[in-house]
């Protein structure tokens, strides 16, 4: 029932999604064929032509309805600009998004827990401010900044990995760690906030009562109850993730749909921003709706009203 | 070997030639007095001569491209970066040299009717297309009416194939193609790799999706496409028709070559340097001159032809549609200094509408404008554009203003001259509103919406400058200066049909001398196509637009 | 229940020398971060505010003979490719990036703090199809949106206020709703409804001024957020070409020469890092202070 | 025989913004070997501190000891290094708490909490170890105890829980248990079992027991010894039987004074000590107490007197032979004063209460039906059922008092009879006009005859707000009161409450519990209604201050004629104050009674445990749980009499025929099928 109800809500939510994308793609001025065709050199009549073959000089409701139905068909359409489905053009791209969004949530979470947690554990002492410190840098600056900072240094200069490309694990680092960063810093601040809220639960004075180490206090109990809010932080992070890797991917050179939506939406292709922003809030709907569902595997309570 | 036959005076292909274009960018860097570029230039000559040492076989060329191709169907692509993979796949019909005579290429003659309207073309015979079809008149005609196809969804293709009328195949290996209007500039636009020709076969499997499958007669064959990541081709073992351009006739001596797509420039160079890559183009200014000093790196480039990067005047608006307040500007403008700062002497200025390489290119204007602000204040005082207390000059109320749009962000500095000239124009008392849009066809072309619009376009012809100084016809849309001088329009009209080249660049010299005198437009810099490549990439030379071409490219160890 | 609280004071010698001194250090260390993070914020909007005081040159002065000269007594930041003073330009560049972060705040707070106010009061249907607009709003990431958005309504500050603004719109309606339903619940809001006030009273009286604290505690931290994300619309290519750039636009410009010239795109990059962290610093604490939970870390 | 714990001369503060906090001062008591000992005192009296001072769980709260020993078995606790702590805490000492709820980590199993425990001081296997969480559990008496052993804590009820609680501590055979307000958090039915079982468990393991507790009722059922404590000190320890028989501290007194006793005499003034724990910010000089103190002199103004301290009793006070003189507060056993104040009672209540008195409220077939949430589309719609079906009225002038277990649905129908939440079927009449079909803006007008105070007197108030401005707040709402009228209005009913009129312009958080229930009604006054729903008002407040609300509502009453439904748990209180008594079980009336008549002679076999199930303030009197089990969940209630689970008379037709509410004669009505008169 409460899964039902939800994956419904999100249908209705990605549905939204797409008309929402789609108006506010008809209202942006332009169309495809702006990059397609230098209108200094052609004439008006071989753009119309070509608006026309594109179907980008019909009226909105005209193209949403083709779009509607050619997705209903399970048809995400083909690019305007090269005619490749869209289909191909993300499975394509996807596994490399996949891999940075999870190599980045990777980074970010074990970051993020072992800042979070030191810092709450030592609250208020030297490790707490260092390693809140830390994780408020990871916020503070600007991700295509970070990153070409760490091209220069561990790329350019000491040469340990890649700076550009998709695949294997060494190119997934330098991107991961930036985008990554980010992410910690969320992280470091939700788990240090939810340890302390934990650490003033009655129940600390109960485990300590019982003769437990504080090694066993905090690393046992405490940060496992921290946990379950920063599970929330997840679906959150993933799309923060998801659009990070919009700037990432530019940075790093890296395959992926965060480059294409990126162009795609330069360029108003739009079936390819379409079908981008269908696979993204996919994904986001998808991820939450896991982060709820693992919820009542992680947190009993949660389990029992579910 | 192929032997040719042309009506047109034909000169003698020579690999010092080629080695001139090759090196444009270190020439005019000497200008500047930079010292290194003897050594570069004597490095090149020592791997031109392919004869004189054993040229090294085999090995793959990494060259990182700055943005991401469109699409490789040479008749649907809008990209210059596209252009630069399509060359190495398609081969086109002639070939034009720097000196811009047309060569053979995959036609070994042609003939052209007296009236202009028709060209008969003498097809090589022994070529065929990567995936076996033969190459034959049929693939042409099939060619150039797929690209007339409005189902094709041609872009600038389509435009360059104009006045292109139809197709007759006379027998297996001669195809004439018809006309509309004469048109001198449409030998040049077959050389163009945008009307590359694709294989017939290929491009009726493949459909819409040929731009991701591309077959073609050229030097490489297409491996893979990865977007946003790589592009593969590799070497054609079968190749043999090579055109004059390059000195390696048969198959290239590269395995293959992977483009890298890496936008970031830091990132891109960066790259070169740290060995990650073979080569990289379009080098940033700040970055060549670092890179000069850089022992394991070396730079080559050719500067583009057409129009340089211009900025053109819409003489709609008041006041600019007087020749003084233009001039005034062009005064005020101080261009070297523009191009000193910003490229740190690494390109050239522009003089005229044309580039220096393009035919009919007047070198006598060069030099011709100086920076005079006290001049071009009494210009404007003159016309009653008088100071106010903000320093900005007014008339009967109204502030002197200019509306500068560009419309390619991000792209060789263009927005930092935009934020000079406001600064110079300042001084003169002109207010400079800029503004950056992607969406030039709203603002430029359809609303006209601006008082000085910077662009430059590629292009083998002069007549390219039809388009921007001719009258318009009252209901089609105007061109980006709005020009109207009879004058003008007629020399544009006989430069389109003369046959004759020393009256056809007179024609063009004309014309360039009028638009500088009447400060019609700005000319600011000629684009130099930069490429940083290891130094064990050798042999790599330029067509006469400034793409790249790969045929002698070899890795020495 | 605490009953330390209400114990009283002892004359101060009975406390320890020793517990007295590490308090002391503790409190020292907090509020040394926070004094520093005050003075960037201070002195970043004295920049906005009078940057003609600070700034030694004119931020539109081109030097053209000194381009890219590196940090110097002279020009304490260096010069950059047009020979400006970078010190001078981050100065006065304070003033549109600060514009873009505190605008992009205003509206975004308050119209994602409207909507969540609304869908949390109201209720029923209304919450419902906010809070599906909301989620809409939300799976579509904020920098595709601002892109979309820049994209749309052209290259302007205002623009990429707006667009920036819009993108944040559901962060801001989610904590406002969240609160505002908690607030709705409190015992002083029944005590209210059972005195025969109206639900307009209620919730301009009671309801909204006890649910403001964590919208303004993120709209702090938006601050921050908002000015990055600008940045990264600069590095989109959707930034404003302004005579006086803005950081990001100065940073996203100024990468390209970072192996080259590192200190053009350095000092806005510390400029940006600089001010965000002080904001989030600011935030954090306040979240502290406003958390009554909180307010002993 | 030598004592198991020995507290010398300790004292304990806590690190604040404002330096050093001293909690506790200077107290001495001890606990010898199967001894119970009970810590009473008002909240901010210090006993919880002592309580974990003792196993040094202040630690971890910024505290220390700062003076004094605590011997156990004479190892001196104060002193201990960490390491050694541990092994005592949990094996040695073990600790109840007084929310089970809040007491177990959410995230681990029953089981796992009690192995956990037993794994640390033991070198046991987990196996054997689960084993004995089994026994333990199935000691304390929880049925399915392998089952619950892998549940989680949320899965069990409060009294479910406080037995694992117990279970846990016992895990490792304490010599010492502390029990910190065990039964604070619970139902009154559910603290007998309790206590109950922590008597049993005494017994058979010859632990001592440490209680820490506010209500003397429980000091008095369980304590060998009882310590009296007051703002971080002992003012009196002694024998249980002594301090109750002849208290010497006239704090101790005045609790015992303040407990509503069963046989009091309704309308009549309760006892109540003047004041509240001071602010402790600021502590009075000379004796702590003084400022509350009938017996203070210029004696106690000026020096703090020392706890005179004889084997094992002793009292701080300089008049503490004065007050041991005074007569008992109580000498009979309170069953016994029942049956003898009947008569008297019968009298004042054919005075207070004629049959033909106006009906104010009346209910007619009222039900309240929550929507759960269904888990899947086909399941069937069910619903908590928190009012099913109940009628009655409320006279007017009378206070009519609702008794019932959590989840009886008592506050439920006052906020239903009150509009505050929309009734699902049935029909509420107020002065005769039906309340229940109109809309919002309709109700508003009648709200000002018809208040409410709440039981959370810091939570009614919008922190924000001066407490003038809340008090102003019905003024504002309803009529045509200009600022200074309100503001007059204002300062009358703050003196009407007892408030000074200064108070206007302060923050709630700047007064105490007892001063803001006293804004809190203030409030409800504010526009003369004519009636006032008194939630649990005074559930939240401390003894000494519960005595002093009651008697300001009483007073109130008389003065402005008022008809109040009072809602509460403590039944002391509600009888105190309730011309009749409702009796709620799992959204039904049971029963309904004049006050006296329910107390006397139930009739419902549920009144009757429940009323038996209240401790009394008297030694040696121990109470016998005698409702077993817990209250069911409302959402699928028994069938047939609700309360047949759990009834010790209960039959096949109470299992299957629903009773309905019936008259037993004048003014009595008991839904059973076989009532106890």
Known sequence: ?306 | MNTFKSKRKSLHSSAALLLVLALVLSACASNKGSGNNGQQAQQQSTDTPAASTEVKQGGELTYALATSPDTLDPHRSGLAVAVRVIRTIYDSLVVQLPDNSIKPWLATSWEISDDGLSYTFKLRQDVKFQDGTPFNAEAVKYNFDRILDPATKAANAAALLAPYKSSEVIDEYTVKLNLATPSRAFLGNLSQALLGIVSPTAAKKYGDQFGLNPVGTGPFKFVKWEQNAEIQVAKNPDYKWAPELVTNAGAPYLDGITFKIVPEEATRIGSVQSGQVLAAETVPPQNIVALKSDSKVQLLGANTVGLPYTLFFNQEHEPWNDAKARQAVQLAVDVDSIVKTLYLGTYDRAWSPLTPGTFGYDASLENGVKPDLEKAGALLDELGWVKGSDGIREKAGKKLTIHYVDGTPNREKRNDIAVIIQQQLKALGIAVEVEITKDVRTVVYTNGDYDLYGNSQVNSDPNALYSFYHTTAPNAPKSLTRLSNPEIDKLLEQGRVETDDTKRADIYKQIQHYIIDQAVILPIYVFPYTVAADKSVQGLVFDSLGYPLFNGVSLSS | MREAATARTLPYKRSGGRLTAIRFKRLAASNLFLFAAALVILFIAACAVVPSWIAPYSPTEMLTDSIMQPPSAAHLFGTDYFGRDIFSVVVYGSRDSLFIGFASVLVGGLAGGAIGALSGYAGGWIDAVLMRFNDILMTIPGILLALAIAGALGKSLFNIVLAVAIASIPGYARIMRSQIMSIKGRTFIQASQAAGASPFHIFWKHVLPNSLSPLLVMATIGIGTSILTGSGLSFLGLGVLKEVPDWGTLLSQGRGYLTVAWWICTFPGLAITMFVLAVNMIGDRLRDQLDPKKSTR | MEALLNIRELSVGFRTKNGLLEAITNISFSIQPGETVCLVGESGSGKTVTSKAIMRLIDYEKGSITRGSILLQGRDIAALPEAELRQLRGKRVAMVFQEPMAAFDPVFTIGQQIVETIMQHERVSRRVAWDRGIQLLSRVGIPEAAIRMKQYPGELSGGMLQRAMIAMALSCSPDLLIADEPTTALDVTIQAQILQLLQELQQELGMSILLITHDLGIAAEMADRIVVMYAGRIVEQGAAEDLFARPRHPYTRGLLQSIPPLDSVRGERLYAIQGSIPSLAALPGGCLFHPRCEYATERCRAEAPPLVEQSGSGVACWHAEQVAAEPAVRSKSAALRVEESAAHDEQSEAALSGTDSEILFSADHLRKYYPVKRKSFTAPRTFIRAVDDVSFSIRRNETFGLVGESGSGKSTLGRVLLQMEQATSGKVLFQGKELTGLNGAQLRPLRKDMQVIFQDPYGSLNPRWTIGDSIAEPLKVHGAWTADERRHRVEELLGLVGLDTASASKYPHEFSGGQRQRIGIARAIALNPSFILADEAVSALDVSVQAQIINLLQELQQKLGLTYLFIAHGLQIVRHISDRIGVMYLGKLVEIAPSDELFRQPAHPYTKLLIESIPQPVPGQRGTASIQGEIPSPANPPSGCRFHPRCPFATERCRKEQPELRPLGEDRYAACHYTLL
């Open chain 1, 1 to 306: 029932m409460y899964i039902a109800g939800r994956i419904l809500s999100s249908l209705l939510v990605i549905a939204g999604t797409l008309v929402l994308v789609f108006a506010i793609l008809y209202v942006l001025p332009g169309d495809p064929t702006d990059s397609m065709i230098d209108p200094s050199v052609a004439t008006a009549e071989q753009i119309a032509n070509l608006k026309h073959q594109l179907g980008v000089d019909q009226p909105f409701y005209i193209q949403f309805i083709r779009y509607i139905s050619d997705m209903a068909r399970g048809d995400f359409g083909n690019s305007l600009l090269n005619s490749e489905p869209v289909l191909d053009k993300i499975l394509e791209h996807f596994p490399a998004t996949l891999a940075l969004t999870a190599a980045s949530a990777l980074v970010s979470v074990t970051i993020g827990l072992v800042l979070g947690v030191l810092s709450a554990v030592h609250r208020n002492g030297p490790i707490d401010y260092l390693a809140r410190l830390v994780g408020l840098f990871g916020i503070s600056m600007p991700t295509f900044w970070s990153g070409i900072l760490l091209i220069v240094l561990f790329s350019l200069q000491l040469g340990w990995f890649p700076a550009m490309g998709s695949d294997g694990w060494r190119t997934l680092v330098l991107p991961a760690l930036t985008l990554g960063i980010v992410g910690a810093g969320f992280i470091v601040r939700m788990v240090r906030s939810s340890m302390l809220d934990i650490i003033d639960e009655h129940f600390m004075l109960t485990l300590r009562s019982k003769g437990l180490s504080e090694r066993a206090v905090m690393y046992k109990h405490a940060l496992r109850n921290a946990l379950i809010p920063a599970v929330t932080m997840i679906g959150m992070l993933i799309g923060e993730m998801l659009a990070g890797t919009v700037v990432i991917e530019t940075v790093f050179s890296r395959q992926g749909i965060g480059r294409i939506i990126g162009d795609a939406l330069m360029a108003k292709d739009l079936p390819v921003v379409q079908g981008v922003i269908f696979f993204t809030a996919l994904i986001y709907v998808l991820v939450n709706l896991l982060v709820d569902l693992s919820y009542s595997l992680i947190d009993p309570r949660v389990r029992r009203s579910a």
